[in-house]
């Protein structure tokens, strides 16, 4: 979801469980995704990407899922480790020779031993 | 190097001040970007030079922000006459040809 302020949306989980983290993005043009870990006083770091010619892609313990009819996009981490805890960016790209990309405000993912 | 490098780490500077902020981007990557990221807030884009291309400036928040890319690799970020709410950390990413981009550790600047 979207954050107000200085608030960012948070997700809290046990140690083992599953996260799914979401991402509503803006433009029905954007063709390519990517998901971004970020911990504190460290630059992003890249997860995973996806094309929108596909709807699913896994790496390894992370899915992302694509939904292009209502514009939504997951991030899923199986058996969550208290090394996952960060913030997870959503970033989109419009396409064609633009390398820009326009990142969502973050989810502060926070695992509990 | 092995991965985008940043400095300084930390800058603390006086209102009024003029500062630098320098990244040295993955070697051979093309393309080069500068984001500013507010506490607790998203990355924020400011500039993205391409190759030889004119640079794309539609981010940067007023003219007192510059950024030069000398010789297709490293990149300075200048801010003219800083003000208090120029205090966040200063992110550089660079890429190849595919969307990747990788970033730095950033730079984080205090206006005081």
């Known amino acids: 979801g979207e954050s107000v302020g200085l608030h960012l949306p948070t997700l809290s989980v046990q140690e083992g469980d599953n996260s799914i983290i979401n991402c509503a993005y803006s433009?029905?043009?954007?063709?390519?995704f990517i998901w971004y870990k970020q911990e504190s006083g460290k630059g992003p770091q890249f997860i995973i990407d996806?094309?929108?010619?596909?709807d699913k892609r896994q790496g390894q313990r992370v899915t992302v899922l694509l939904n292009k009819t209502v514009k939504h996009l997951s991030l899923q981490i199986a058996a969550t480790q208290p090394g996952d805890s960060a913030v997870y960016f959503c970033a989109e790209n419009s396409g064609g020779s633009n390398y820009k990309l326009t990142f969502g405000k973050g989810t502060l993912l926070t695992v509990n031993p | 190097g092995a991965g985008v490098s940043q400095s300084p780490s930390n800058k603390v500077t006086e209102k009024g001040k003029d500062v630098e902020l320098r990244c040295d981007p993955i070697s051979g990557h093309t393309a080069l970007y500068w984001y500013r990221q507010s506490l607790g807030q998203g990355l924020e884009f400011l500039i993205y030079f391409q190759g030889n291309s004119a640079p794309d400036k539609s981010g940067l928040p007023s003219d007192r922000f510059s950024a030069e890319r000398t010789g297709g690799s490293v990149s300075t970020l200048t801010i003219q006459r800083t003000q208090q709410e120029d205090s966040a950390v200063y992110l550089c990413?660079?890429?190849?040809?595919?969307?990747?981009?990788?970033f730095g550790a950033g730079t984080r600047l205090s206006v005081l």
């Open positions: 990413a660079s890429s190849l040809a595919v969307n990747i981009q990788y």
């Open positions: 996806i094309r929108s010619n596909m």
């Open positions: 433009n029905s043009a954007s063709d390519y």
